[in-house]
């Protein structure tokens, strides 16, 4: 199957800094990337959609000059938290839409874990 | 955006057939059923995605009634290994345009020994 990646896996900061978290579509190319959080013990949620060459488009309730999304290129998207704090703590996966035969399918990256003190 | 049901839990013993069920009456014409696992702290893995009737691949099946607003996961003989949550979600259609996929509370499905 296809292959998400996600960089880094982890990271500690400190409240008031920003992170930037990357996720690459590894063997094929996605027009569309996707980003969740998730909190322990529960379900993902989606936080916005990530068009190639556009603006994302962000769910109700998430801030968009917080989470800040770039799709630069069809293989690459990246997260930026600006200025986290540690209610930003929480488990971040993004995922990339690529085609299987016919079919569209998502392919998850590993997450990244970050940890906001 | 068709919304998933599935149980919340369930349990079961190494070497049995586990059979996860979904319900999704609002499912569109163009949209497929996926089925993911997920392990604490790793991202989603696909298992098998299926339109209707059945299909089958090296670890799971996926069995779709004639009028597609439920489908059933079927994992054979499983091992302490499969413990894991299982989200079924319905969406990416064939030909679609951009279709976001909204995930449900998943199955969280304990084997024992």
């Known amino acids: 199957g296809a292959v998400v990646s996600q960089h880094p896996s982890r990271v500690i900061c400190k409240s008031g800094t920003s992170v930037k978290i990357e996720c690459r579509s590894l063997?094929?190319?996605?027009?569309?990337m996707f980003w969740y959080r998730q909190f322990p013990k529960q379900s993902l949620m989606l936080m916005a959609t990530?068009?190639?060459?556009?603006?994302?488009?962000?769910e109700q309730g998430v801030e968009k000059d917080k989470f800040l999304i770039n799709h630069a290129s069809l293989t690459l998207s990246t997260l930026t938290v600006t200025s986290a704090h540690p209610e930003d703590s929480s488990f971040y996966i993004c995922?990339?839409?690529?085609?299987?035969?016919?079919?569209?399918?998502?392919?998850f990256g590993p997450g990244t874990r970050l940890t906001v003190l | 955006l068709a919304k998933t049901t599935q149980p919340i839990s369930m349990d079961s013993y190494e070497g049995q057939e586990v059979n996860i069920t979904c319900s999704h009456n609002n499912i569109a014409t163009n949209d497929y059923i996926t089925w993911y696992q997920q392990f604490p702290s790793q991202g989603p893995r696909f298992i098998i995605q299926g339109y209707k009737t059945k299909v089958t691949n090296e670890v799971a099946s996926l069995f779709i009634p004639a009028d597609r607003k439920s489908s059933t996961l079927s994992l054979p003989r499983v091992s302490l290994s499969d413990t894991a949550v299982y989200y079924c979600l319905v969406g990416a259609g064939l030909y679609s345009s951009a279709s976001k996929i909204i995930f449900g509370s998943g199955t969280r499905l304990s084997i024992r020994p």
């Open positions: 995922s990339a839409r690529g085609r299987q035969g016919n079919t569209d399918t998502q392919y």
């Open positions: 063997d094929f190319q996605a027009t569309t």
């Open positions: 990530s068009n190639e060459g556009s603006k994302a488009t962000y």
